[in-house]
């Protein structure tokens, strides 16, 4: 059985609280984790992103996931996927930058995408 190692964290107010903020976790076996304190009120959830996820980002209400395998998830904050795209190559790390997702692939190229419906265009060659 493949161990769910905790490889990504990251920490956001999903439910807009202020100093209130729950915890997203991903793991080796391709899912996301939401948890917190029972005092936040906040329902904890899971939901699988299909790939071991390489950086997590929260960006217009909504949560990013990018995978090693290439593909960006759009997750809601109430843990519904919400859509996905798949880049031409295997990623090795994702961001937010300013009003974008930067998403470094494995193939040296760093990939913007101004939403997980639309594949960015290509920023370095």
Not at 40 to 48: A, I, K, L, M, Q
Request: with cysteine; aromatic share 4%.
């Amino acid at each position: 059985a493949m161990a769910r190692e905790l490889v990504q964290t990251h920490a956001a107010a999903l439910d807009g609280k202020k100093g209130r903020a729950e915890a997203v976790t991903g793991r080796s076996d391709g899912s996301l984790q939401v948890s917190c304190p029972p005092a936040n009120g906040f329902r904890p959830w899971s939901v699988s992103v299909g790939g071991r996820p390489v950086g997590l980002a929260v960006l217009d209400g909504a949560l990013y996931a990018g995978t090693l395998p290439g593909q960006v998830v759009k997750v809601g904050f109430d843990g519904k996927l919400r859509a996905a795209a798949t880049l031409p190559a295997p990623l090795a790390a994702m961001c937010v930058c300013g009003d974008s997702l930067l998403a470094a692939g494995r193939d040296g190229i760093l990939y913007e995408l101004s939403g997980a419906s639309s594949v960015g265009k290509s920023l370095i060659g």
